[in-house]
T-cell receptor, first 109, second 112 residues
Framework: AQRVTQPEKLLSVFKGAPVELKCNYS??????LFWYVQYSRQRLQLLLR??SRESIKGFTADLNKGETSFHLKKPFAQEEDSAMYYC???????????FGSGTQLTVLP | DTAVSQTPKYLVTQMGNDKSIKCEQNLGHDTMYWYKQDSKKFLKIMFSYNNKELIINETVPNRFSPKSPDKAHLNLHINSLELGDSAVYFCASSPGYNSPLHFGNGTRLTVT
């Protein structure tokens, strides 16, 4: 069965510091991975997906099949990045999403 | 003109009651979902509908019954509410299975 693990429930960094939110997955098929973000009092929204290979709001994530990881990185964190981040894996014929437990990122001034 | 809208935003009710949460999307998407976010912020899929047809039905109690009158609506009806049903319920939609989800703002259900 598929599984997504986000080992850090809480993560705090100072403004301007690099940030990395960890995500590991287990899935026997070809993975399709996403990062979703939920800012305070806002809806959950897509941040990026691995097949797009894009950088959104300065964030990037590289799929590492050898390490079964999809860590989210940003070189210089900003206070507005403070939010809840979810890693998700699409699997099965219906491509249902399995979410990790989330990491609450706090960027300190 | 919110893309995915859920009502109500907050719902406080007593154990044993029956309640419904409504969801509507104006994006023309074919697929709609219900997710449950528990007190530990863990998100888990409950149901998925594609063109009004149930595709995914995870192991949720049969007190939960989704209803899709048309492909723009997916309502969630809950019978005999229990304390453990307290959570935030998110509706979402997507154009298809390989497309990202668009979420509603969530409905915070509190069962007392």
């Amino acid at each position: 069965a598929q599984r997504v693990t986000q080992p850090e429930k809480l993560l705090s960094v100072f403004k301007g510091a690099p940030v990395e939110l960890k995500c590991n997955y287990s899935y026997s098929g070809s993975p399709e991975l996403f990062w979703y973000v939920q800012y305070s009092r806002q809806r959950l929204q897509l941040l990026l997906r691995h097949i797009s290979r894009e950088s959104i709001k300065g964030f990037t994530a590289d799929l590492n099949k050898g390490e079964t990881s999809f860590h989210l990185k940003k070189p210089f964190a900003q206070e507005e990045d403070s939010a809840m981040y979810y890693c998700a894996l699409a699997s099965g014929s219906a491509r249902q999403l399995t979410f990790g437990s989330g990491t609450q990122l706090t960027v300190l001034p | 003109d919110t893309a995915v809208s859920q009502t109500p935003k907050y719902l406080v009710t007593q154990m044993g009651n029956d309640k419904s949460i409504k969801c509507e999307q104006n994006l023309g998407h074919d697929t709609m979902y219900w997710y449950k976010q528990d007190s530990k912020k863990f998100l888990k899929i409950m149901f998925s509908y594609n063109n009004k047809e149930l595709i995914i039905n995870e192991t949720v109690p049969n007190r939960f019954s989704p209803k899709s009158p048309d492909k723009a609506h997916l309502n969630l009806h809950i019978n005999s509410l229990e304390l453990g049903d307290s959570a935030v319920y998110f509706c979402a939609s997507s154009p298809g299975y390989n497309s990202p989800l668009h979420f509603g703002n969530g409905t915070r259900l509190t069962v007392t």
